[in-house]
C-alpha cells in the first residue's frame, strides 16, 4: 500500500534551520512529482514548493529565498529545507504525492492540481523563542 510519512518536525527558534522528510512506503517515487504543503493556524492551507520527477523544482512566492525541495529517489524521500525560520513559519507540514498508478511527474496546475491526492499526516513546525 502507498503511503507517504512526513517526519523533522519541532520547535525551533528564529532564524534556525530544518530539515523535513517525506518517505514513501509500497512505491518507488521516480516518476511520482510531490510537493509540500502547510496549514498555519486558522489559516487555509497553502502549497509551498513541488519538485517533478526529474528534480525540477517549483516554489510558491513566499518561499522562493528560504526553502528548497529536493529529492533522493533511492531512499525513496523529498526533503523541504527551510532556513532562516520565522515564526510565521509555524504550521503544520504536509506532503502530497501524485498518485503512483498514473503518474504525469510534473508540477503542472500545482498547487491547484487535484492530482497531488496521497498525503502524509503532516509534521508539526513551531518556531519560538
Known amino acids: 500500500q502507498f503511503q507517504i510519512v512526513e517526519s523533522g518536525g519541532g520547535l525551533v527558534q528564529p532564524g534556525g534551520s530544518l530539515r523535513l522528510s517525506c518517505t514513501s512506503t509500497g512505491f518507488a517515487l521516480d516518476h511520482i512529482a510531490l510537493s509540500w504543503f502547510r496549514r498555519a493556524p486558522g489559516k487555509e492551507r497553502d502549497g509551498v514548493a513541488c519538485i517533478e520527477s526529474d528534480g525540477q523544482a517549483e516554489y510558491a512566492e513566499s518561499s522562493k529565498d528560504r526553502f528548497t525541495i529536493s529529492r533522493d529517489n533511492a531512499k525513496r524521500t523529498v526533503y523541504l529545507q527551510i532556513n532562516n525560520l520565522k515564526p510565521e513559519d509555524t504550521a503544520t507540514y504536509y506532503c502530497?504525492?501524485?498518485?503512483?498508478?498514473?503518474?504525469?511527474?510534473?508540477?503542472?496546475?500545482?498547487?491547484?492540481?487535484?492530482?497531488?491526492?496521497?498525503w502524509g499526516q503532516g509534521t508539526q513546525v513551531t518556531v519560538s523563542r
Open positions: 502530497a504525492a501524485e498518485s503512483p498508478t498514473f503518474p504525469l511527474g510534473t508540477c503542472t496546475n500545482w498547487p491547484t492540481s487535484g492530482r497531488f491526492a496521497r
